[in-house]
């Protein structure tokens, strides 16, 4: 063998372990399938729209918050539990606002007293004691009055001095003075309050009742109460923790006594689903989980809101939130993905269906 044989068997191997194009060859192995898992959803019907969607409770959830920032002070449930409508669940700490809706409370009960007593007028007892102070001035002043007289004859004759006289004539006077504010004060109790002291009592009870609604308010937003009947989902913060208004929830409720399935149908799809249409709901690993009924479906298009784990999926594609109704079964959790089958020829013969009628 001569040396160009040689050269010529040496770049042979070369450029056969290079494959020609600089990559080695990879054997690729097939992937495994789960025993659970049906063969349609490894090779997916093209007639099947699939979706990926999240569980949630019925109707979706709720998050609560109080309104104010503030030391926890009381947690009155706990994950799991069942709350009804109006159920306080959470309270920050009020002490300032409860001691302001209690000076409410008596300023207004001090208001509505003072206006009753004045719609009402005066007593049997206090017109009684009127007319008694009444005939007690008017007798002093007709005591001081003859004493007066008495006194200026009694000067005329010479017997008693001038400072006497005029004693007993300012003794007269006082007692006249006294007589008629008696008098007045009868005729005022007998007529009863004037119509701008009525008016004056009114407005200030009317006031007192905007203080202690404004302070009530106060206190109402130092408590978190239920909005609806529901499942405690969440509840993480803890007895004496601050918490700030705006950071997120204080607690998560949801109506677990049924289920819902959020699809997101791709706009290419968005007309496959119809109301009343069966939807069949599968797991990541591709395991049938449920199935259940299209009950809704969102009135407009949308940008994708649910995370994908795919490298490649984009997050501008425009979707139709399709909401599917599936019975409570321990395979589902509110906020586990799933993915949504729907068949294309159940969609379009519903939609046959409405046409024709």
Known sequence: MNYTSLAVLALSVTLAGC?????????????????????????????????????????????????????????????GDVVQPGQLLATLDDAAQRHNVELAQADLAEAEATLARIERGATLEELQQAQADYDAAAARDEFARTAEARMRRLHADGVVSDDERDRATAEARAQAAIAGRASARLVEIKRGARVEDRHAAGARLLAARARLRVMETGLSRRRVVAANAGTVLLSRLHVGEFYTAGAGPLFVLGDMTRLQVRLEVDEIDARVPAPGTACVIYSDAGVRLAEGTIVRLAPKMGRRAL????PTARADIRVREVFVEVPRTSTLIPNQRVWGHTSRTAGHASERAGAQS
């Open 307 to 310: 995370p994908l784990e795919s």
């Open 19 to 79: 494959n020609l194009h600089g990559r080695p060859t990879i054997e690729r192995k097939a992937r495994p399938v789960a025993p659970d898992r049906p063969a349609a959803t490894e090779t997916v019907d093209p007639d099947t729209v699939v979706s990926p969607g999240i569980v949630e409770p019925w109707d979706a959830q709720v998050e609560l918050s109080a309104q104010e920032s503030g030391w926890i002070a009381q947690l009155l449930v706990k994950e």
